[in-house]
């Protein structure tokens, strides 16, 4: 989860830096070394990264687990 999240926060500071900043898009993609293709890759990794959590229950299942019961005592 932390990984596509970070991706993606990546990616969206690019598209941020190239729309307000370009000449610092430009110094910091240069000393990156990315190429195009590199960033649509990492946008296809985000789509592809599976986090476990289903969206309509969210994290239900943590707290049907062993190790998160002591959280849910009254």
């Given amino acids: ?38 960033l649509d890759d990492l946008r296809d990794a985000v789509a592809r990264i599976v986090i476990g959590l289903d969206s309509a229950t969210g994290p239900a299942f943590m ?3 062993p190790a998160f019961m002591h959280l849910n005592r009254d």
């Fill in 63 to 65: 707290s049907n687990s």
């Fill in 1 to 38: 989860m932390m990984a596509r999240w970070n991706i993606t926060r990546a990616l969206e500071t690019m598209e941020l830096l190239r729309a307000d900043w370009p000449d610092h898009a430009a110094a910091l993609w240069k000393r990156l070394t990315l190429s195009d293709d590199e």
